[in-house]
């Protein structure tokens, strides 16, 4: 039996961790960051392997958690829904009972959040939620810790949502729950966030505002996203319709607090939800948080295998 935490603890939603883990986890990857910004070799998880699950396209996901994963000094299996019985209907009982006997830590990014909670109710190794149609929880783990780097506590802060009521929106939501902050949502008709799949019952931890404008006056944070996430490419034409109003430029900076900060989890579209200058200015810490998803996930998968160090 390998060292561990006994209880088996998986990260499916942002609000499976409380307060008090998030304040650890961001301390702990601070820690991580920063002796790997000074190339000291850390490597607490030899020997334990990670098997990465994808069934959506990933950049930002794959190379974070594989090199993660390498630089701590584990390996890693990568699978496809194409390259595995996955694509052929295995049922998901069945891979997690297979997969978890074999490997330390499972990864997944697919469709329903379903899914992944039943991978998880037969696996007998945590799983992390890699993205699904309705949370991104690493994406929003790097999103506070990179706010936490540039402007201290997100306590007491307001997060300005311009777009989709999608997965991040909901993961925000999530996450101004558990960590006290407030979420400025602005989505167009028929995109709204259901705070019932955002799985939220503290409805003072948002307001919804018509025009995206008005959601960005005095925020700290301005946030966008993907008129169309995947999985949701043939609603694309009637999305670029209804969401041509909710593009972050100048002019929507330009309401929130002379300090805001802008963040977009990736990839973008310039010209549609976010203009050029404001994805390329100033104001902007895009790059930052998209390293940030690395020294994050090394402190979660740490933190799941290990417990806490220190
Ligand atoms: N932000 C993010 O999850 O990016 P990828 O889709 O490239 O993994
Ligand atoms: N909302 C987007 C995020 C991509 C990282 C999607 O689900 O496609």
Not at 79 to 101: F, H, K, N, W, Y
Not at 103 to 127: C, N, W
Not at 208 to 218: G, N, S, V
Request: hydrophobic share 40%; charged share 25%; proline share 4%.
């Amino acid at each position: 039996m390998k060292p561990g935490p006994s209880l088996l603890r998986h990260y499916l939603q942002f609000k499976d961790f409380r307060a008090e883990e998030y304040a650890y986890l961001f301390e702990r990857a601070a820690t991580i960051k920063k002796r790997f910004k000074h190339y000291e070799k850390y490597q607490p998880l030899v020997d334990r392997t990670l098997a990465m699950i994808f069934e959506k396209a990933s950049t930002r996901t794959r190379v974070s958690f594989e090199a993660g994963m390498y630089q701590m000094g584990g390996s890693v299996v990568h699978l496809t829904t194409g390259d595995s019985q996955l694509g052929r209907a295995e049922p998901v009982a069945d891979s997690a009972r297979v997969i978890s006997r074999m490997v330390d830590l499972v990864m997944i990014r697919t469709y329903e959040q379903a899914k992944i909670e039943g991978f998880a109710a037969h696996s007998r190794v945590p799983v992390i939620n890699g993205l699904t149609n309705e949370y991104h929880p690493c994406q929003i783990l790097a999103d506070i810790f990179t706010f936490i780097e540039h402007r201290g506590s997100i306590q007491g802060k307001v997060v300005a949502w311009v777009g989709d009521g999608n997965n991040m929106a909901n993961t925000w939501l999530q996450a101004a729950e558990i960590l006290g902050f407030t979420v400025h949502l602005s989505t167009p008709s028929g995109y709204e966030v259901d705070p019932a799949v955002a799985g939220i019952t503290d409805t003072r931890c948002y307001q919804i505002f018509k025009d995206p404008l008005d959601a960005c006056r005095d925020a700290h944070l301005v946030t966008t996203d993907v008129w169309t996430s995947m999985g949701f490419e043939a609603e694309n034409a009637a999305r670029v319709q209804a969401f041509t109003d909710w593009c972050v430029d100048a002019d929507l900076m330009a309401a929130a607090r002379p300090d805001a900060l802008f963040m977009h989890c990736l990839p973008a579209h310039r010209g549609e939800e976010v203009t050029a200058d404001v994805i390329d200015g100033p104001q902007s810490v895009v790059w930052d948080e998209a390293e940030n998803r690395l020294h994050v996930q090394k402190a979660l998968m740490e933190y799941l295998l290990l417990g806490r160090i220190g």
